[in-house]
């Protein structure tokens, strides 16, 4: 069984926005951090944004800090991911996680974003 599944990738001009989804299993969603990385070509993943709960204060990394925003609807076992003024250096594949302690977590399967006029 699949347990996260992204969507809402795509091609976006330099500036625009895109609004990433990962829909989640009860089972993995409860209690989890829920996190947000991606991947470019030819480098390491690397860490964008997570959040614990709803009313919690997420994380970012600093590249990303200001102009994305994290959230998550545990009615929905779905977290967001809003990607505003992106860059060309934005692009890659972002992949939605859930963390619950070492040795136990889930990945999803990613989505690319692409950033280019």
């Known amino acids: 069984q699949v347990q996260l599944v992204e969507s809402g990738g795509g091609l976006v001009q330099p500036g625009g926005s895109l609004r990433l989804s990962c829909a989640a299993t009860?089972?993995?969603?409860?209690?989890?951090?829920m996190g947000w990385y991606r991947q470019a070509p030819g480098k390491r993943r690397e860490f964008v944004a997570s959040i614990y709960r709803p009313d919690s204060t997420p994380d970012y990394a600093e590249s990303v800090r200001g102009r994305f925003t994290i959230s998550r609807d545990n009615a929905r076992n779905t977290v967001y991911l809003q990607m505003n003024s992106l860059k060309p250096e934005d692009t890659a594949v972002y992949y939605c996680?859930?963390?619950?302690?070492?040795?136990?977590?889930?990945w999803g399967q990613g989505t690319q974003v692409t950033v280019s006029s």
């Open positions: 996680n859930a963390y619950r302690g070492a040795g136990n977590e889930d």
């Open positions: 009860r089972t993995t969603f409860d209690g989890a951090l």
